[in-house]
């Protein structure tokens, strides 16, 4: 049976946009350069199963993997003190929550930090 994909309607494009607004002038400190990493990057998360292709987000971690994928240092808005959290939270490395990128020891860093179970 053929999946009849739905269009996003107003509202989800509408949050769509404003999301992506606030990660481009928020979130995101520094971007990726190296276009292979990109590259790799894009090809790991559009064959994930955590990968929403509608909204083109990552299930587990929220982000929009067109932008996720091109940023080398991000802010965590779920992570930080006062000082951090004004600035759009506390500075990361971009990752993949389920180590896909090849980077597992930094996705099991910051899952230690957030008390989730680490990756084999
Ligand atoms: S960031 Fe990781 S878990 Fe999320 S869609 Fe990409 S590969 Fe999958």
Not at 12 to 18: G, P, V
Not at 81 to 87: D, Q, V
Not at 102 to 120: P, Q
Request: charged share 40%.
């Amino acid at each position: 049976m053929e999946l009849i994909e739905r269009k996003l309607n107003f509202l989800e494009r509408a949050k769509k946009l404003t999301k992506e607004k606030l990660a481009k002038g928020f979130l995101i400190e520094e971007e990726l350069t190296d276009q292979k990493e990109i590259d790799f990057r894009l090809e790991k998360c559009r064959s994930c199963i955590w990968y929403d292709k509608r909204k083109d987000e990552c299930k587990d971690c929220g982000c929009i993997v067109s932008l996720k994928s091109t940023t080398k240092v991000s802010r965590n808005p779920n992570r930080g003190g006062f000082k951090e959290i004004i600035k759009g939270g506390e500075l990361e490395q971009t990752h993949c929550p389920q180590g896909r990128w090849n980077d597992k020891d930094i996705a099991n860093f910051y899952r230690s930090i957030e008390g989730r179970v680490l990756l084999d």
